[in-house]
């Protein structure tokens, strides 16, 4: 075991602060990472402040993770000491079951090992996440992250990036089709630059006129302000697929009805409350309503490969480590654009 140097929420109240645990020494299939940068995600203030109702603490969130290769077991064959390295949402799966084994270890039966927050085998503990000073990861959960992206940038490539590119490829977006997305968050500015990347006209619904410029900067052909419910009227029937990355409620019916015949609507975003779906939304056009979940090791480092090939990283905002409790309230007010990522260097060494 190391000492390793953290920031933590101690209780669902308590703003995180720092403080100092043990990491495991590499084993032999482990890859041991100096986290150079982590992004945030909504999900780590769903879970730092219990909003889920399924945190153990202390809790140190962080699973948009990217640094460098400290120490390497011995019989890892992926990477060596100096490697550019990520880790996402994931550091292990049963690897058995038949999602395991087809490499979509997201949706493994018997139950993923996040990042942070969940049992961890190794310790007996909980799994504490890149809100730190460095990560040991078994190679098959980790990452290889491309040296012609920036690499901050590409942080939040790791679970902003994957949720949206893992539904845009299942449903096979490309060329000749009409894509919605709806939110220009961190989820649908990345939705934004993987349908566009893909090939696809691109519309952006959003309920904000003053994001109508960025949207077309990243990438949308047209940007519909829905605030005027008139708004959608022009686009029923018009899309082969809408990928909606709102968590607030929102009404899910008046986008099912612009499908097309046989298209699907996919949520990514996580709304609070159960949503209500109008029978006849779905029946009218054989429309299809779909949930999607981050991607597989494969798929995320498929993910990352496009990302290098098409020079796709997040629009990011760089913050210190101290001031990831002043983030937390602003990205509650939406006010990032359009991710924040911690520069571990500000964070103290052991």
């Known amino acids: 075991m190391f000492i390793c140097t953290g920031y933590a929420a101690q209780s669902a109240s308590s703003p995180l602060a720092f403080t100092t645990f043990e990491r495991r020494d590499p084993g032999p299939k482990d890859v041991e990472i100096e986290i150079l940068y982590c992004g945030v995600c909504h999900s780590d203030l769903h879970t730092a402040r219990n909003e889920w109702h399924n945190t153990v603490y202390p809790n140190i969130p962080g699973h948009e993770v990217v640094g460098r290769v400290r120490r390497v077991g011995s019989e890892v064959t992926k990477f060596k000491e100096g490697d550019l390295a990520g880790v996402g949402c994931l550091v292990d799966s049963c690897r058995t079951c038949e999602n395991c084994v087809e490499g979509l270890q997201q949706y493994c039966i018997p139950g993923a090992t996040g990042t942070y927050n969940s049992p961890d085998k190794f310790t007996g503990k909980m799994t504490y996440g890149g809100y730190s000073k460095a990560i040991v990861v078994d190679e098959d959960f980790t990452l290889r992250m491309p040296a012609n992206l920036d690499l901050a940038a590409s942080a939040p490539l790791l679970c902003a990036g994957i949720t949206t590119y893992s539904p845009l490829r299942h449903w096979k977006v490309g060329p000749g089709q009409t894509v919605g997305v709806i939110g220009l968050g961190g989820l649908g500015h990345m939705g934004v630059k993987f349908a566009r990347a893909f090939g696809a006209h691109v519309v952006l619904f959003t309920t904000s006129e003053s994001k109508r410029a960025d949207a077309e900067r990243l990438g949308a052909h047209e940007v519909v302000v829905t605030r005027d419910p008139e708004a959608l009227k022009p686009w029923i029937g018009k899309f082969h697929f809408i990928l909606d990355c709102v968590s607030a409620d929102h009404d ?7 499908l097309k015949r046989d298209g699907t609507l996919c949520l990514v ?19 299809s309503f779909a949930g999607s979940g981050i991607g597989g090791l494969p798929e995320t480092q498929e993910m990352l490969d496009f990302c290098a090939e098409h020079g796709i990283t997040s629009d990011i905002e760089m913050i210190p480590i101290d001031g990831v409790n002043a983030a937390y309230e602003r990205m509650l007010k939406s006010d990032v654009k359009y991710r924040f990522v911690i520069d571990m260097a500000t964070l103290p060494a052991a």
């Not at 899910?252 to 612009?258: A, H, V, W």
């Not at 975003?269 to 429309?287: K, V, W």
């Open 252 to 258: 899910i019916n008046s986008y099912l009805t612009l």
């Open 269 to 287: 975003g996580a709304p609070e409350n159960p949503q209500p779906i109008a029978a006849f939304s779905l029946l009218g056009g054989r429309h």
